[in-house]
């Protein structure tokens, strides 16, 4: 869908590498859809960043938290887009609940859980989202794939400027069409 309303290249990041497996399986032999992988050496990543940057349209499967969400400066005019899939999560670990214990403990229940898994997870996909805008001229979508999204809570964490807007998936296509066709229009003007 993206593609077809705007082709470019877009970034769709996955909240894990067994998620992003499943898309890779999804797009199966589409050339245009390349991915990260683990354990990939500084060359690989270069080598995969430069096809992704010369590509006219292509999507790039990467894994929230890691050095393609995080760590990297396409520059502007590069991306199209950036597709965020799930919260991401990070699993529990003993460090986490050792957090999330001492938070509840000193300001009430619930921000444990908040200071120790859902903040994180938030920022990930700030920094995965903020690939896309690099200048004040790139213009482009980020797609929240998640219900939960639409929670007044979890948008506090969000840039003010974000202008998010709920879609069904059956009328992504056409919010696409719209907001491609008011961007290139004031662009014009």
Known sequence: ???????????????????????????????TFMQQTRGMDDRAQIALLQRFQSA???????????VFSESI???SGVLSGVVVVSLGLP???????????????????GWGRQVAYLQPALSR????????????????????????????????????????EVTKAADLKKRLKSFWSHDLAGREE
């Open 56 to 66: 006219e349209q292509a999507t790039l499967g990467i894994v929230m938290g890691g």
């Open 125 to 164: 996909i700030v920094q995965a989202a903020g690939r896309l805008i690099r200048s004040p001229d790139d213009r482009g979508i980020v797609c929240l794939v998640d219900p939960r999204f639409a929670n007044p809570t979890l948008r506090g964490y969000f840039p003010t400027h974000w202008q998010v």
């Open 91 to 109: 699993p529990q670990d003993l460090n986490k609940m050792l957090i999330q214990e001492h938070f509840d403990e000193v300001y009430g229940q």
């Open 1 to 31: 869908t993206l593609q077809e309303t705007h082709p470019g290249r877009y970034l769709v990041a996955m909240p894990s590498y067994d998620y992003l497996s499943q898309l890779s399986d999804y797009a199966g032999a589409d050339e």
């Open 73 to 75: 400066d396409l520059g």
